[in-house]
């Protein structure tokens, strides 16, 4: 059966002062009115029911993860006791979804992207589950790069594999890095290379297979929590293995070593949304343009000023004058005000509360 | 005896979000830990007693001004039935006091400026009760001008009269309303021109002696509100009377108008403080400086961002990166963030909120 991995155990600081330790990205609804969380779910709608879709978080965020998914079994939300990366991340989904469903195929999806629309990424999953039925194969998506970024990994495409869903499969041939400016111009100009979107499909047995392969300390940890699932001491066998499995990315800890791992271009519109600047060229409409983001209600007032990204959680009525190219973000604590090319250093600020010791702005 | 009439009733628009109807500027702590209007009453401290220091408000700041002066005795706050500038406003108080007082002189103080030091204002306040003993004459008080201004009036000194406290007083030739530039910038230049203050000292018999000459409608509805005072009706005459009362400022109407009338140049610090540019010119100690103010806690953190001023009265962290210059302000239902040399546009976007209907902004 088909079974869907929403992971969502990221804490980033990059939303700053909306995102804090216990409402990361993920669960604010920073792209619309849900939790990106909800979105990344609701996204799933008539494709993969709610029994088998799965949220990996984390004790810190498991009471918001439950709010932003009310529909989901409360069995299906697994909480990591540490943040260890995504290898043992998916290795935990896998052991838990194969050892109820032999047969399972898995999509991981990163619950803080933004995807639309909902049908072409449909599509592309239908594909992925169509591609990773075959036994032992690992599935990944590509984003077709719109720009040298060097923030993002690379995949690069080789073989064409056939189609699924009208999409076109290719061999992986191989995973790089996040690159330096050069290598992602060249990357770039290749014509061959596509971001990678930490969106996977495979069988939750070719998964494993491919841990037990690659990562064989990471397979016996998995083995041992596999082997009290449904016992009363498996939330302390969990506790006790867990944080001392090996805190590697799935990408390089098992992607890079496997054989056959196949790649499907993304058709949909994806975005990681990793900045207040990125939240800002996503939703604005046009160039210029103001974003006012006040889900339960409030208002933009401007004079003489352009090109504004306004957000209240609060009803809120925030006005600016004189001034174009600006983040302006409200939170009942804090305030933040950024010149929109400048957002990213919120991180910044964060670090500087951070050594202050103001954990209660963190 | 020595009294003093702070004027209260004024309702800016210029310091939104933070003033609204019944929160103006003279009842904000924006230049520091206490109201405007406290801050001017106890400048008077061992000058001017608290029972004979008067309080003209209205009836929707009456509460508020109650609170920001609480030594003073309740019967000490007079409240206008309806806004008629400043010549019924200083005759209300000056009918009341000489009923009590038929010696008395009185200084009058707008509530909302700012004045340091402390002791050189009570040296010009002393100065002004001493000229202002001769009966009949009335005493205002001018600024250096230090620039070409045309926000204000001015007042040109003419013959030398004698010093008061080391304060050389002239007799005043000429008041003369809010200029253009060109003829701002020959007054500047003239060295003889001062500006237009609002702070007035006279005996109580004196101005309503000048009001009886030159504004003889006023005076006719003063004596009404005279005949009713500490009777049961009072309340109820002032009320019938003081709304059709002309609404003149009293210099305007009497100063312009009468014989004996000396200025004395004022030697100390004055602001007006029209804006949240101005109070950050008020307030900043070195150029380019930051001006933060958090009377009840809270911080300004910036990363790459100069000549910042901040401003909340709930404890609040704002944080600014990239952009200099700017001014923001924090209020429980808006936020304002406008390039420091747009503040003034604030009331811009107040008649916007005004034509929208949000009377609950304003």
Known sequence: MQHAVVMAGGS????????????????????GGRPMLAETVARLDGLVPAERTWVVT?????????????????????????????????????????????EAVMAVLPADHLVKPTAEFQRALRAGFAAAATPGRLVTFGIPPTYPATGYGYIRSGAAMGEFEGIPAHRVDA??????????????????????SGIFVWRADSILGAIARHMPELAAGLERIRGALGGDDFAAVLDEVYPNLPAVPVDVGVMEKADDVVVLATPFHWSDVGSWRSLYDELVEEAGGDVAVFPNGGELVTEDARGVLAYSQEPQ?????GLDDVVVVRTPDAILVASRERSEDVKKVVERLRAAGREDLL
Chains 1, 2 share one sequence.
């Open 175 to 196: 995973f790089t890095e996040k690159p330096d400016a050069e290598r992602a111009a060249a990357m770039l100009a290749s014509g061959d290379h596509l971001w990678n």
């Open 58 to 102: 984390n004790a810190e965020q498991l009471a918001g993860a439950r709010e932003a998914c009310p529909d989901l079994p409360a069995e299906n939300l697994l909480a990591e006791p540490a943040a260890r990366n995504t290898a043992p991340c998916i290795g935990l989904a896998a052991t838990v979804i194969a050892a109820r469903d032999p």
């Open 12 to 31: 980033g600081t990059r939303f700053w002062p909306e995102s804090r330790r216990r409402r990361p990205k993920q669960l604010l609804p920073i792209t």
């Open 317 to 321: 009525t925030i006005a600016v004058i």
